[in-house]
C-alpha cells in the first residue's frame, strides 16, 4: 500500500526566509507526486507535480520540490516567503501503475506553514 | 469556465435526516470524485466514478451514495446522517495532463450533523 508522511503538523517562517515543507512517500513501484494548497475556506489548488525527468520541479507562485528517490522524499520549497504563502500544503502521492484518476491518489495530513511579518 | 462547483457551502443536519451534496464540473473531465476533509487526517476518498454510469467506492464509502448520470454531475448523498459525518466535503474533477492526471476541486460543503 502506498502511503505520504508529511512529519511537521506546522513550519514557522519569517518572511523573506527560505522556507522548507517536508513530505516522504512510500510505493510499491515509480512514483508520481504532487503538491497542493489550501487556503482559508478553499479548495485544494494544485501547485507541482513530479512526474519523471529532472529532479527539482518548478511550479507556481514561486514554489519548487526536490524528488529524491534514495530518501522517498519529495520536499516542497521556496527561497523566499512571502505573508501570503501562509496556507495548509498537502503532499500527495500515486504509484504510476496505480488507476488513473481520483482511485489511486493517497494525501498526507498536511502541513500549515506560518510566514510571520 | 466555472470549474468545479458545490453545493451547499454550508449545511446543518439533525442525526438520522439525509441530503444530497451537489456537484458539477464544466471542463468534460472524466473522473471525478468526493473526499471528506477531518483535522488532522488529511483527505480520504469517499467514492469517484470514472465516467458517467461507472462509480466505485474509495476508502471511507460507507454511510454515502453516488451517481453519475451525465459527465458534469456527481451528487454524494447522505443517507442517514450521523454525527461522525460532520467534516468539510470536497468534489474535484480530473484531467489528463502531462503524463498523470491532475485534480481540480471545489470550494467545498461545511457540514454538520447535531
Known amino acids: 500500500a502506498q502511503s505520504v508522511a508529511q512529519p511537521e503538523d506546522q513550519v514557522n517562517v519569517a518572511e523573506g526566509n527560505p522556507l522548507t515543507v517536508k513530505c516522504t512517500y512510500s510505493?510499491?513501484?515509480?512514483?508520481?507526486l504532487f503538491w497542493y494548497v489550501q487556503y482559508p475556506n478553499r479548495g485544494l489548488q494544485f501547485l507541482l507535480k513530479?512526474?519523471?525527468?529532472?529532479?527539482l520541479v518548478k511550479g507556481s507562485y514561486g514554489f519548487e520540490a526536490e524528488f529524491n528517490k534514495s530518501q522517498t522524499s519529495f520536499h516542497l520549497k521556496k527561497p523566499s516567503a512571502l505573508v501570503s504563502d501562509s496556507a495548509l500544503y498537502f503532499c500527495?502521492?500515486?504509484?504510476?501503475?496505480?488507476?488513473?484518476?481520483?482511485?489511486?491518489?493517497?494525501f498526507g495530513k498536511g502541513t500549515h506553514l506560518i510566514i510571520q511579518p | 469556465n466555472a470549474g468545479v462547483t458545490q453545493t451547499p457551502k454550508f449545511q446543518v443536519l439533525k442525526t438520522g435526516q439525509s441530503m444530497t451534496l451537489q456537484c458539477a464540473q464544466d471542463m468534460n473531465h472524466e473522473y471525478m470524485s468526493w473526499y471528506r476533509q477531518d483535522p488532522g487526517m488529511g483527505l480520504r476518498l469517499i467514492h469517484y466514478?470514472?465516467?458517467?454510469?461507472?462509480?466505485d467506492q474509495g476508502e471511507v464509502p460507507n454511510g454515502y451514495n453516488v451517481s453519475r448520470s451525465t459527465t458534469e454531475d456527481f451528487p454524494l448523498r447522505l443517507l442517514s446522517a450521523a454525527p461522525s459525518q460532520t467534516s468539510v466535503y470536497f468534489c474535484?474533477?480530473?484531467?489528463?495532463?502531462?503524463?498523470?492526471?491532475?485534480?481540480?476541486f471545489g470550494p467545498g460543503t461545511r457540514l454538520t450533523v447535531t
Open positions: 500527495a502521492v500515486r504509484d504510476m501503475y496505480s488507476g488513473g484518476g481520483a482511485d489511486g491518489l493517497t
Open positions: 510505493v510499491s513501484g515509480n512514483p508520481y
Open positions: 513530479y512526474i519523471t525527468g529532472d529532479n
Open positions: 474535484a474533477s480530473s484531467r489528463l495532463t502531462g503524463g498523470s492526471y491532475e485534480q481540480y
Open positions: 466514478s470514472v465516467g458517467a454510469g461507472i462509480t
